[in-house]
């Protein structure tokens, strides 16, 4: 796949969702040792129910696409995910525009933008034990490799995703309800770094078809 096309977007919705369903338990137990416990019952419910909505009715222009997948989240993911992740995707349509297909360059603008909108909208940065550890590394192996093709490109983010969700292991939290834990949230990954690991490894997935 040269470009991110209408239809490789929503594949890539899908195999987060299903991402997501696979790995419920696993994220439940991270929240459960420095959160809510509801990161995955949360996240299975809010991205099944936007891959469904594209399903039903499938966009043709990315920002379309986006902006269903942003709305969505935000309407039915609990607790502080579905705004930073609703906003991630609505920056990501508002970048892209109403384009068919983004080739590498102009989805690595993508992806920058919504990392923004993610840092801006939870007020925090790396090394704050959040999904911005993951998000950070994925954007920039990604920005580092847009010259090349869109499959090495998605496949370089996911492995930088990887490692910055393992990075959080040792950290002390900074925002977010980890935060009220102090010293004793070191020795966990953070759950939203682990969603957010999925949602780079589930692009890049997509785009290797």
Wanted: glycine share 12%; hydrophobic share 45%.
């Amino acid at each position: 796949m040269a470009s991110l096309t209408a239809a490789g977007a929503a594949a890539w919705i899908s195999r987060f969702a299903d991402a997501v369903d696979a790995q419920r338990d696993h994220l439940t137990d991270l929240d459960s040792a420095i959160g809510d416990a509801d990161h995955g019952g949360n996240m299975s419910r809010g991205v099944r129910a936007a891959a469904d909505k594209l399903a039903a009715d499938p966009p043709t222009h990315l920002d379309d696409l986006f902006k269903a997948v942003g709305m969505t989240l935000v309407s039915t993911v609990g607790g502080a995910s579905g705004p930073l992740y609703g906003t991630f995707f609505l920056r990501l349509a508002s970048a892209l525009g109403h384009e068919e297909e983004a080739d590498p360059a102009a989805l690595a603008t993508g992806l920058r933008a919504g990392l923004e909108g993610v840092a801006a909208r939870g007020k925090a940065e790396r090394g704050d034990k959040t999904m911005l550890d993951a998000m950070g590394p994925a954007v920039e192996a990604f920005e580092a490799a847009a010259g090349s093709d869109l499959a090495t490109a998605a496949a370089g983010s996911a492995d930088a995703a990887a490692s910055g969700r393992d990075a959080t292991e040792p950290l002390v939290a900074r925002k977010g309800r980890a935060s009220y834990l102090g010293e004793r949230s070191a020795g966990h990954v953070d759950p939203g770094a682990a969603s957010t690991a999925l949602l780079f490894r589930a692009l890049a997935e997509a785009v290797a078809q």
